[in-house]
């Protein structure tokens, strides 16, 4: 059973215009949440986490945004740069519990020049 | 920085060969884990290990086993490669007593991958 979807596989977009990532979770113990982007032949690298007491986090063109209620978290690129074309993986934890990171499938995303 | 290494970045290993694949951690991280990536399934957690000596099953552990022997290197053994396990493996680490502390032991540091080919 799939605890964390991505339900695009793919997405594309235009330079400089927003690129709007989504995830869903089942679990409602969990708390804390990661996105990861990761490059091809390359290992997954941190991009941000917002922990369940919070419904938002930004750092620079990076925003994640948390609606418990939905079991829906959203990562919002301004602006979107070609180098920022990558597969996005969302990923969620249950702190104090098995603390294993239960990742999605991850969202292919293309930044078009 | 956190860096993680793992020994191979390309593999290509026959049916039935003994397989291992080195991870190397630098920053003193408690907690290391083995990850296969393939296309349309994401990443699916191999094992992991707490702390040196210490080993728990993840979710497709079946072909597969590890060794940590010291706390920096946690090693994937590949007891008889089958074609199915071609993959991209990865190896993280995640600093979870450490100065880092408090949320920020949630976050894993991923290796460069190695990808393994049997044939």
């Known amino acids: 059973d799939q605890q964390v979807k991505q339900n695009s596989p793919s997405l594309s977009v235009q330079e400089g215009r927003i690129s709007i990532l989504n995830c869903d979770y089942t679990n409602s113990m969990f708390d804390y949440f990661l996105w990861y982007k990761k490059y091809p032949a390359e290992g997954p690298t941190f991009l941000i986490s917002?922990?369940?007491?919070?419904d938002k986090n930004e750092d620079g063109r990076f925003t994640v945004f948390l609606n418990k209620s939905a079991k829906h978290l959203s990562l919002h690129i301004v602006p979107s740069q070609p180098g920022d074309s990558a597969v996005y993986f969302c990923?969620?934890?249950?702190?104090?519990?098995?603390?294993?990171?239960?990742f999605g499938k991850g969202t292919k995303l293309t930044v078009n020049p | 920085d956190v860096k993680v290494t793992q020994s191979s970045r390309y593999l290509v290993k026959r049916t039935g060969e003994k397989v291992f694949l080195e991870c190397v951690q630098d920053?003193?991280?408690?907690?290391m884990f083995w990850y296969r990536q393939d296309p349309g399934l994401g990443l699916r957690l191999i094992y992991f290990?707490?702390?040196?000596?210490?080993?728990e099953k993840g979710d497709i552990p079946e072909g597969y086993s590890v060794s940590r022997e010291k706390k920096e290197r946690f090693s994937l053994i590949l007891e008889s490669a089958s074609t199915n396990q071609t993959s991209m493996y990865l190896c993280?680490?995640?600093?979870?007593?450490?100065?880092?502390?408090?949320?920020?032991?949630?976050?894993?540091?991923f290796g460069a991958g190695t990808r393994l080919s049997v044939l």
């Open positions: 290990s707490y702390d040196v000596k210490m080993k």
């Open positions: 993280a680490s995640r600093n979870f007593r450490g100065l880092a502390g408090g949320l920020g032991k949630n976050i894993q540091y």
């Open positions: 917002i922990s369940s007491i919070k």
């Open positions: 990923a969620s934890i249950t702190q104090g519990g098995s603390e294993k990171l239960v």
């Open positions: 920053m003193d991280h408690e907690n």
